[in-house]
């Protein structure tokens, strides 16, 4: 299932040019040029706004997949065990709100987005299954009513929880998905259409191969390092470092006082870490040591990896959109 973790640094890299009417000639081909030029501008702008408004849902609102798993980690065992519960909470109903709010938003302008206006429509009515659910328990939690009844009520209604939240997560991962592939085709066009040995290039490739060597490690991480998936991994990681050495060498070049160290030194600490992990691999760390099987499993070198490669992403992407040196 796709989370929202995977989808760190959404970054919109679509342009629009506008250019100026032609007002010497007033014949019936210019009107037409005109015409056609304004409906492609239009439907231009539609796409982007509304692209806009989903990578807003993506990133705002409830992150169902996440909150399924952190609930049954947390509560299969406790309401299973009959205790008497002690505590219990609910996450915040903006969660569910806000989502709403920019999925309806979205599939308001006509712009046809099959990839995301499909999921999208089937998550607005998961969540509205999940609403009245939500409510119910949310008030039950902030009165502590399981101090009242013994956590009664939480063992009756966290299994209907459980699956309006599983039906939700399910239509997530499919728009989470849609987001990746849209964007990766977004960042491809920057790519492929930006001048080529220009700092727009390197900086488009570098997000291009950055993006594509976290979807990749994907399945490195989940096959343990499986050759296949490592080879591929590898690769993407190799291009995003020749990507960062034409931008250091391009920027260099043409204004030698910018100082970009710090953006620098996270683009490489970025894979350096792929690099760590390719290497752990491939001498054996992810396959679990039997002699220490407890140690190994409460220090997961695989998601301790996982983890550390994911947090030196979110370093990169949140230099590039701040930094002054592209």
Not at 111 to 127: I, N, T
Not at 204 to 222: E, H, M
Not at 245 to 256: F, R
Not at 260 to 288: H, Q
Request: aromatic residues 8%; negative net charge; contains cysteine.
């Amino acid at each position: 299932m796709y989370s929202r973790n995977m989808l760190t640094g959404m970054l919109m890299l679509v342009g629009v040019f506008l250019s100026g009417c032609d007002k010497s000639d007033n014949t019936q081909d210019v009107a037409t040029h005109n015409q056609e030029h304004l409906e492609e501008r239009n439907s231009s702008q539609a796409e982007i706004e509304k692209y806009n408004i989903y990578v807003e849902a993506a990133n705002r609102g409830g992150d169902f997949v996440t909150t399924l798993e952190k609930r049954r980690a947390e509560y299969s065992e406790t309401l299973a065990s009959e205790k008497k519960l002690t505590s219990y909470y609910m996450f915040s109903g903006y969660d569910i709100s806000i989502l709403q709010d920019n999925l309806n938003k979205a599939l308001e302008l006509s712009y046809p987005m099959p990839e995301l206006d499909e999921p999208a429509k089937g998550m607005l009515v998961a969540l509205a299954k999940l609403q009245p659910v939500h409510a119910e328990l949310a008030n039950y939690a902030n009165s502590k009513g399981y101090l009242a009844d013994d956590g009664k009520k939480a063992r009756e209604m966290e299994p209907l929880l459980d699956a309006a939240l599983e039906a939700v997560a399910v239509e997530q991962a499919k728009f989470y998905a849609g987001i990746n592939k849209l964007d990766e085709i977004n960042t491809q066009t920057a790519f492929d259409s930006a001048e080529k040995d220009s700092l727009g290039y390197y900086r488009a490739g570098i997000v291009l191969y950055a993006k594509q060597s976290v979807r990749l490690s994907g399945d490195f991480f989940q096959s343990s390092g499986a050759q296949e998936a490592t080879k591929h991994f590898e690769n993407s990681l190799n291009k995003t470092a020749q990507m960062i050495d034409g931008w250091d060498k391009k920027g260099k070049a043409q204004t030698p006082a910018l100082k970009c160290s710090v953006l620098l030194s996270d683009l490489n600490r970025f894979v350096g870490k792929g690099r760590e992990a390719i290497n752990t691999a491939r001498s054996g760390g992810y396959k679990p040591d039997e002699q220490r099987q407890m140690m190994w499993k409460m220090n997961n070198p695989i998601e301790r990896d996982a983890k550390t490669f994911g947090q030196s992403f979110d370093s990169v992407i949140n230099g590039l959109n701040r930094t002054t040196c592209i």
